[in-house]
């Protein structure tokens, strides 16, 4: 158990729908990253989060937006879903404000878009 | 642009020694990383090398050339339960905010 929690662990939904992953990273942790890993890719990364601000973008498309509340957990919203949304989402913690140390990764969430 | 090649798949037999490589080409170089990503759950760590050389810890190694943007894994004493999808991922700068990966490499350990 890496300590990071992500909810739902399974989401169907249709296209032009809306859903919201959850992230609660480990304890202490200041930084949440959003990866998208879909069928056969690599991890894409997707936007990071330190301490309630945005630290850095990645390929994210403008349909998604994230925010990483005071209590320190991160929500990822989809809109106007596509089929080609359908992917693994991880989040992944960590205590410094970067990803060159060893990063903890939660269970992911399995979208899949009808 | 950011480049990170590693083999789709490879089958080795328990007990052997297998090496998984990796080649990277990234706008800027900071170290390499290590996961171990089981079917359906999340990576998990293993390696991180930033120097040139060799670094073991217990039945797993990794190494660095810098010069040549390669990398590998080594796993000794290989358990079915090793079977399992090793993704190599490039810092591409001290004080990173992301890594880049590879599609990862599906190892399936054999009796």
């Known amino acids: 158990d890496s300590g990071v929690t992500q909810t739902p662990k399974h989401l169907i939904t249709a296209t032009g729908q809306r859903v919201t992953l959850r992230c609660s990273p480990r304890?202490?942790?200041?930084?949440v990253y959003w990866y998208q890993q879909s069928l056969d890719q690599g991890l894409q990364f997707l936007i990071q989060?330190?301490?309630?601000?945005?630290?850095a973008k990645g390929n994210i498309l403008e349909r998604f937006s994230a925010q990483q509340f005071p209590d320190l957990h991160s929500e990822l919203n989809l809109s106007s879903l596509e089929l080609g949304d359908s992917a693994l989402y991880f989040c992944a913690s960590s205590e410094a404000g970067n990803m060159n140390t060893e990063a903890f990764f939660g269970q992911g969430t399995r979208l899949t878009v009808v | 642009g950011q480049n990170i090649d590693q083999p789709t798949e490879m089958t080795a037999t328990e007990g052997a020694i297998v090496q998984i490589n990796c080649t990277y080409q990234?706008?800027?170089?900071?170290?390499l990383f290590w996961y171990q990503q089981h079917a359906g759950e999340a990576p998990t760590f293993l390696s991180y090398?930033?120097?040139?050389g060799l670094e073991e810890k217990g039945r797993f190694s990794s190494f660095l050339s810098r010069s040549k943007g390669y990398s590998y894994l080594l796993l000794k004493e290989l358990q079915m339960k090793d079977s399992a999808s090793y993704l190599c991922a490039a810092s591409p700068q001290t004080g990173a905010n992301n890594l880049f990966f590879g599609t990862g490499t599906r190892l399936t350990v054999i009796p």
């Open positions: 090398n930033v120097l040139d």
């Open positions: 989060y330190y301490n309630g601000e945005e630290r």
């Open positions: 304890s202490g942790d200041l930084s």
């Open positions: 990234t706008s800027g170089f900071n170290g």
